[in-house]
T-cell receptor, first 116, second 116 residues
Framework: AQKITQTQPGMFVQEKEAVTLDCTYD???????LFWYKQPSSGEMIFLIY??????QNATEGRYSLNFQKARKSANLVISASQLGDSAMYFC?????????????FGSGTRLSIRP | GAVVSQHPSWVICKSGTSVKIECRSL??????MFWYRQFPKQSLMLMAT?????????EQGVEKDKFLINHASLTLSTLTVTSAHPEDSSFYIC????????????FGPGTRLTVT
């Protein structure tokens, strides 16, 4: 069975500081994909970053980077130079296997609040 | 990324009535779409996988006779909540699967259902 665990229900960070959101996962699949999504109060799910299980380098997308530690089964999201607009819910997600029918499961989420 | 629309964006209905929610992929053909439900301050829970031209695959615990899914074309999937009850009030989100190697999911903006 696949499982995603986010142990930080909420975090407060000062503006311009870096923040790390934790995510651990469990799967028996050899091939899988890891995602981070941002959900502001409007409810839309915004894709942030993707890491494939065979990718040797950590993924980066602008201010977002994914600290992928395969042996530890962790996929932490790092946001550099946080901004007020980063305040939102953040979900770690995993897709098992590589097909269009592969399901994505989500962690419980972390609510990030940026202080001015 | 893909553009996904949902209609309506919000709906209020009376207990016992049925409500149809549409999910459209606007710029590419999607053989697979997913339907999620999100209760307040909770994560997204996968309800079912919608497959074009065939029956939907429901997750364990989701009543297929209550949540009717029809994926009649490559750009449209519908979720009908039949005989709605107040406990069905939730945020319903659909997603379509990309055609690239990531099999990334692009999410619709969601539909907020309130059953009175």
């Amino acid at each position: 069975a696949q499982k995603i665990t986010q142990t930080q229900p909420g975090m407060f960070v000062q503006e311009k500081e870096a923040v790390t959101l934790d995510c651990t996962y469990d799967t028996s699949d050899q091939s899988y994909g890891l995602f981070w999504y941002k959900q502001p109060s409007s409810g839309e799910m915004i894709f942030l970053i993707y890491q494939g299980s065979y990718d040797e380098q950590n993924a980066t997308e602008g201010r977002y980077s994914l600290n992928f530690q395969k042996a530890r089964k962790s996929a932490n999201l790092v946001i550099s130079a946080s901004q007020l607009g980063d305040s939102a819910m953040y979900f770690c997600a995993m897709r098992g296997g590589y097909s269009s029918a592969s399901k994505i499961i989500f962690g419980s989420g972390t609510r990030l609040s940026i202080r001015p | 990324g893909a553009v996904v629309s949902q209609h309506p964006s919000w709906v209020i209905c009376k207990s016992g009535t049925s409500v149809k929610i549409e999910c459209r992929s606007l710029d590419f053909q999607a053989t697979t779409m997913f339907w999620y439900r999100q209760f307040p301050k909770q994560s997204l829970m996968l309800m079912a996988t919608s497959n074009e031209g065939s029956k939907a695959t429901y997750e364990q615990g989701v009543e297929k006779d209550k949540f009717l899914i029809n994926h009649a074309s490559l750009t449209l999937s519908t979720l009908t909540v039949t005989s709605a009850h107040p406990e069905d009030s939730s945020f319903y989100i659909c997603s379509v699967v990309s055609g690239d190697a990531r099999y990334e999911q692009y999410f619709g903006p969601g539909t907020r259902l309130t059953v009175t």
